[in-house]
């Protein structure tokens, strides 16, 4: 363990800026709405939580698809805008450009990952095994598309799967060079190269795209980004693809868990109420994907990935005898101390994930039959650094805590589908997953702490074709999530369990080549849930929990150019199951859950032209689960209190001036409302009214 290397990554940023051109690249991805290939020849198959050439229809499981079309209609400023979108999530903002996200998946606690979230296939959460998953956002600029998975079928992928799977899909440029420009609100910079070339043949593929991003941020939180992909595929031969990525990522940003107090809020003032902290990012990343097709009923694809992140948190400490005060207009706000406190992590991940897909005619009856092995292993360094106003970002300074925490898991998982007849397919499942979480404290000659655990999660699902138009589906799993390292290792008392549920959903789903509708109803029973902190790292076992709702979504395009997508989701319990002493009583309502959320896209295209109005709705929430309607004002630590309701605007524009040129604009929040996005320490304010324009020229 070279400890030095991970500490000085940071002294090391400026060289890799220049080389961050440098590497390969994945697999060939198209839009999720397509079904053939770009050219007649066969690219690398996308790697997708669908699968990888079923039909969404075929998994008895909700849905949701997220073209490339519906996401140039809502022209996102991150994936926070695309998510917000989908039946179920409620997104937690912290800022406008979500370096840090906090998603929330049918009523499930905002921030407390019980979701995994994949990019092309592949784990991009800084640790599921060892902590603090939220770190790190991939950017939306090189999406094509995203999936969100609910169900018995995101069973393939865990763990971390109770609210299910959500993939970014990759975009591959295409042919040729592009230049992208933005400019909007706060004096928001953007922009973006993109190169991509094939062969004549059409069998291989190469592609970049480099962005460079800058703000000065609402209410000051400036952000600065640089992120690039490179990635490559081909052919061998006539039965075997192989595909490479490569993704550097740097994020410099001006923001802080603390937010505004309510009288500065209600007030209308919009500062940035932590200054002088910083949240650091940085994320090398490169994956291999390997597919075999070897024969037509057999198909083998394999993928092995590997990370490396760090994040520094530089945050300056409160007065502990007079944290908040008062400012020069009599607001009130935080006491801030010269000392600063680095809470920087380093990361490393390396994995193989292994799929055999089988077509048979078991019992005389179709099947498709798929088997899966995953193995990983995942590392944080953490550190907590003293340092003060004179040098606060220098991670070589008074060591507070130096620990190393790392874990290795081996999965299995086997599923099968088996289509009874034309119109009924019943698929189960099972994945199991063993783990072995370690610490150790690198300032004492003491051993590693370990801890030992195995889950066996089965799964079960049907699907039934009621007519070409219409197709019921319903399914029942085990779930879980596993608990942090400083859970299960040096207590006193019982190692947390492993968070658990039995998740059960059936639903209706169907239309045709104009109309798409959806409604599921969902329940999710923990037996073990543990209530979200800052850390994460809770009392063991802490008790059962409850969250039952329904998934509404219709969408329908007319013969005029106007379309029209709608959803709603509705969540009437999501409530503790006994009190929880200091935390939550029986019956009070999960932290950041919305009984109600809604979203309704209007859509207009004539020729070049197109634009769209998106209303988004989020329900009243709670800061924790105690449910006191006042907030707290005094506290540093995670606020309670009631978040209202709140509600959102947004119109964009799109026109096609030349093949080549087209121009884009959006208004944000167009009747620019006042609202609570959340609370953590403080209150997060929601973003003002905000405009963006720009342009895309392709050479």
Request: net charge negative; aromatic share 10%; with cysteine.
């Amino acid at each position: 363990m070279n400890t030095n290397r991970m500490k000085n990554q940071k002294n090391h940023k400026g060289s890799l800026r220049g080389v961050m051109v440098l590497c390969a690249g994945l697999t060939a991805v198209q839009s999720l709405a397509e079904t053939e290939p770009v050219r007649e020849q066969v690219f690398l198959p996308p790697v997708t939580v669908t699968g990888q050439s079923r039909e969404p229809a075929l998994l008895p499981g909700s849905v949701t698809l997220v073209t490339q079309e519906q996401m140039d209609r809502i022209q996102p400023r991150s994936t926070e805008d695309v998510l917000r979108k989908v039946p179920g999530i409620l997104v937690v903002r912290e800022e406008e450009n979500a370096v840090v996200t906090n998603i929330s998946v049918r009523g499930l606690p905002a921030g407390d990952y019980k979701t995994l979230v994949l990019l092309d296939g592949v784990p991009v959460q800084p640790g599921i095994f060892v902590g603090n998953s939220r770190y790190y956002n991939p950017r939306v600029h090189r999406m094509s598309g995203v999936e969100v998975l609910k169900g018995a079928a995101s069973l393939r992928y865990g763990p971390n799967t109770i609210g299910g799977v959500i993939n970014f899909v990759s975009r591959m440029p295409e042919d040729g060079v592009s230049v992208t420009g933005q400019y909007g609100s706060w004096n928001s910079r953007q922009g973006i190269i993109e190169f991509g070339g094939s062969n004549e043949a059409g069998d291989a593929r190469f592609g970049v795209i480099a962005l460079r991003s800058e703000s000065d941020g609402f209410m000051d939180k400036g952000v600065d980004t640089s992120d690039v992909m490179v990635r490559a595929e081909t052919a061998i031969g006539e039965n075997q693809f192989i595909g490479v990525k490569f993704l550097y990522h740097d994020t410099e940003a001006n923001i802080s868990y603390r937010g505004l107090f309510p009288d500065a809020y209600n007030a209308g003032k919009r500062f940035n109420p932590a200054p002088d902290d910083f949240f650091l990012t940085e994320r090398k990343s490169f994956d291999v994907v390997h597919e075999w097709q070897i024969n037509p009923d057999l198909n083998l694809q394999t993928l092995v990935y590997w990370s490396e992140m760090f994040r520094e948190y530089w945050r300056f400490q409160l007065d502990s005898n007079n944290p908040t005060t008062l400012n020069s207009e009599g607001f009130r706000v935080w006491n801030y101390r010269d000392e600063v406190q680095g809470n920087n992590r380093y990361f490393t991940r390396k994995g193989i994930d292994s799929r055999l897909a089988l077509s048979h005619g078991l019992f005389g009856l179709f099947n498709e039959a798929e088997t899966g092995l995953r193995y990983m292993e995942e590392d944080m360094l953490d550190q907590t650094v003293r340092a003060d106003r004179a040098t606060p970002r220098n991670p070589n300074q008074t060591l507070l805590r130096n620990r190393f925490d790392s874990a290795q898991s081996l999965a299995f998982f086997a599923q099968n589908r088996v289509d009874i007849n034309e119109a009924l397919s019943v698929t189960g499942g099972v994945r199991v997953e063993t783990y072995e979480q370690k610490r150790k404290d690198l300032s004492k000659a003491v051993p590693s702490d370990t801890f030992s655990n195995t889950e066996v999660m089965p799964g079960l699902g049907a699907t039934y074709r009621v007519s070409d138009t219409m197709q019921l589906f319903g399914s029942a799993y085990r779930a879980f999530a596993p608990p942090l390292v400083g859970s299960v290792v040096g207590r006193s008392d019982a190692p947390t369990d492993a968070e658990t549920s039995v998740n059960l959903e059936v639903g209706i789903r169907g239309g045709d080549h104009r109309l798409r509708y959806e409604l599921t109803a969902f329940q999710m029973d923990f037996s073990n849930q543990v209530d979200p902190g800052v850390s994460g790292i809770r009392d063991p076992n802490e008790g059962s929990a409850l969250i039952q709702g329904l998934e509404a979504a219709v969408g329908y395009a007319f013969r005029n150019g106007f379309l029209i997508d709608a959803n709603v989701t509705w969540i009437p319990t999501a409530e503790f199951g006994e009190d929880r002493p200091g935390d939550a009583l029986e019956g009070n309502r999960l932290p950041s859950s919305a009984e109600w959320m809604t979203n309704l896209t209007l859509a207009y295209e004539l020729g070049a032209f197109q634009t769209a109005l998106l209303f988004n709705y989020v329900g009243e929430t709670f800061g924790d689960g105690m449910n006191v309607r006042e907030l707290t004002t005094e506290s540093s630590g995670t606020w309670g209190g009631r978040v209202p309701s709140y509600f959102t605007l947004d119109l964009t524009g799109r026109y096609a001036v030349t093949e080549n040129l087209s121009i884009f604009g959006s208004i944000n929040n167009l009747t620019d409302e006042q609202y609570i996005a959340g609370l953590r320490q403080g209150i997060y304010v929601g973003p003002e009214r905000n405009v963006t324009i720009g342009a895309r020229y392709s050479f």
